[in-house]
């Protein structure tokens, strides 16, 4: 099974996303029983926000999350730029301490750049992690100068992960995010490693090469992207699955490797930049 450390706490290189969880009342229980599967299979790690669906998410997660106990799970969920402030974060935390019914986070990111200036959010994420709500704090959507802006920053090398939009068709980060990254160690945490499930553009999962591989290894087209996205040990995948069938395969996605050969393969189909490309979101 493929694991990576995020800090001293090694977890399975797998987690669970939560966005769009909580929008369908009809979708409830399978979106619960999805994340229990997850974890059931091992999935330890769980990624959520206080922006989706405005607390819903965390709220359902929590649900999922009771009856497992809570030194087995690695929480992370993200503070919004706006409330990322002295005035504001603990607030923000607080309450989503309380929809998640936990009283800390094993890691609290903020979830993007915005004009509340970087050295104040440290200084009050820092306070966080002081006070035992927060066991470590990170950023998401950082590109390589904010990172090394942050580095400068008291306190700011305490940055434990970067989450990033990361999946074989999104590889703009390998340019000289990545390396950055790589040289002080920080993981990565890849959002949508799905591509959102790729169904409008169709092109990973109708590609001839992924679906070679998917049969060779007797797996899904998702399976073998999840399986590249944390290929090399730096990276945790957090796909997003309310079918409790695709949960846990994300999961089993763990044990799949690739040869010298595939991964080459893979590298010609969808090469990495070699140019610095701006930084991909959603
Ligand atoms: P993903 O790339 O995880 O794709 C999710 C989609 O893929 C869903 O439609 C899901 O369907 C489908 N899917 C999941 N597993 C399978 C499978 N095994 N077979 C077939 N289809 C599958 O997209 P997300 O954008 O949700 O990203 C994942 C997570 O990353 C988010 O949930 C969130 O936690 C985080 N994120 C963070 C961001 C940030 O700014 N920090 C931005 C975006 C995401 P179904 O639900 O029906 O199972």
New binding site residues.
């Given amino acids: 099974m493929s694991t990576l450390k995020l800090s001293q706490v090694t977890v399975p290189a797998i987690g669970v996303?939560?966005?769009?969880i909580g929008e369908d009342p009809t979708k409830h229980s399978d979106e619960v029983k999805?994340i229990r599967t997850a974890i059931d299979a091992g999935a330890t790690v769980i990624?959520?926000?206080e922006m989706?669906g405005q607390g819903r998410a965390e709220k359902i997660t929590a649900e999922a999350l009771a009856p497992y106990s809570r030194e087995k799970l690695f929480l992370i969920d993200?503070v919004l730029p706006e409330n990322a402030s002295h005035a504001k974060l603990e607030i923000s935390l607080d309450r989503s301490l309380r929809l998640m019914q936990t009283d800390y986070f094993d890691l609290y990111?903020l979830?993007?750049r915005g004009t509340v200036p970087l050295v104040e959010t440290v200084e009050e994420l820092t306070k966080m992690q002081d006070k035992g709500k927060i066991r470590y704090w990170g950023v998401?959507?950082f590109d390589t100068d904010d990172i090394k802006e942050l580095w400068s920053l008291p306190n700011g090398k305490n940055c434990l992960a970067n989450?990033n939009?990361y999946?074989l068709d999104e590889r703009g980060i390998e340019y000289n995010l990545l390396p950055l990254m790589h040289q002080v160690g920080m993981p990565l945490i890849a959002?949508?490693?799905?591509?959102?499930?790729d169904?409008i553009s169709g092109k990973l999962t109708d590609h001839p090469l992924i679906n070679e591989l998917a049969h060779n290894h007797h797996v899904?087209v998702?399976?073998i992207m999840l399986a590249w996205t944390i290929r090399n040990h730096h990276t945790l995948a957090?796909?997003?699955?309310?079918?409790p069938v695709?949960?846990k395969?994300?999961v089993e996605a763990l044990d799949i490797s690739f040869t010298a050969d595939e991964l080459e393969a893979l590298a010609k189909a969808f090469p990495k930049p070699t140019t610095k490309q701006p930084l991909a979101?959603?």
Avoid: C, F, R, V
């Fill in positions: 996303g939560t966005w769009n999805a990624d959520t926000a989706y993200k990111l979830h993007w998401s959507n989450e939009l999946n959002y949508s490693p799905l591509s959102q499930g169904t899904t998702y399976q957090i796909p997003k699955a309310a079918s695709h949960a395969e994300n979101t959603i």
